[in-house]
């Protein structure tokens, strides 16, 4: 089996930049996994992707060489395996609110003894290479996402699950949960109260030897959280870097219109 390259960027003592794809296009795929990100996850929760196309993505991407992840849309066996069949070398799943919700994901995501997910593995044998039933366990990065105020109060219980590979902070989910609406929704906190709430998820996944991950909307942030000692951080998305590019080139437009013609 081909090895996770996430894997040896950690056991190299760096950090691993995320790509982030929402929209259902195996071009946009090929093109974002061509930029030189180390992963790239298709987004099967809050993306407009569905089984089928993720997998022509995972195939789009193939020749770039970077690791292919996915959040599955929720804690569910069957969307779980699925993804791994297709050749995802990671799940984010999202909400995972207990110990008990994370045992049942590690399950889905190992094959017995250590799980219950069902072999088959239709693509990945092809993608990710033929002896990939002995492998994938040790290969296949587990992460659980904690975005809610029950998942941040059993945090230390969440982390100690055998089997966990890391935490995925949603930062605005877990702003939501924590604090209501008193702060308008968005990735790059800077709340005291929330960067204190990171920082502890931070260090609880550290002491209990498993990797922490912050979805961030800008580089600048990302980078500040590589500093902090997050091993993973995801960079804004396909929808969002295709509408600030956009926009960029009409307000340059808009500008050079106005001033060519001496309008105001």
């Not at 196309?53 to 599955?72: D, E, L, N």
């Not at 366990?137 to 029950?150: H, K, P, S």
């Not at 590019?245 to 001033?259: L, Q, T």
């Amino acid at each position: 089996m081909k090895p996770n390259g996430m894997k040896k960027i950690w056991q190299d003592g760096g950090a691993v930049l995320n790509g982030w794809l929402s929209i259902a296009s195996p071009f946009t795929a090929e093109i974002m996994a061509a930029q030189g990100y180390d992963s790239v996850s298709v987004d099967l929760q809050h993306g407009i992707v569905d089984y089928q196309t993720a997998v022509s993505m995972f195939q789009a991407m193939a020749a770039s060489g970077v690791t292919p992840m996915a959040r599955v849309p929720w804690l569910d066996p069957a969307a779980i395996m699925k993804v791994l069949d297709a050749g995802a070398y990671g799940v984010i799943c999202p909400m995972i609110n207990t110990r008990q919700e994370a045992e049942r994901l590690v399950s889905y995501v190992r094959y017995p003894p250590h799980g219950c997910r069902s072999f088959g593995p239709s693509r990945a044998v092809f993608s990710a290479g033929a002896d990939y039933g002995n492998h994938a366990d040790q290969e296949i990065v587990c992460l659980g996402m904690i975005e809610t105020r029950e998942g941040f109060d059993n945090l230390d219980d969440i982390v100690s699950t055998p089997g966990l590979d890391g935490v995925y902070v949603g930062p605005a989910d877990l702003t939501l949960g924590l604090t209501g609406r008193s702060y308008p929704t968005g990735f790059d906190r800077e709340e005291p109260e929330m960067i204190a709430a990171i920082h502890r998820v931070l260090s609880s996944a550290h002491r209990a030897g498993i990797k922490a991950c912050l979805h961030c909307g800008t580089p600048a942030y990302a980078a500040k959280a590589v500093g902090w000692g997050f091993d993973l951080v995801t960079v804004s998305n396909d929808v969002r870097l295709l509408a600030a590019a956009a926009a960029e080139n009409v307000r340059s437009f808009r500008k050079f219109i106005g001033e060519g013609s001496g309008k105001a």
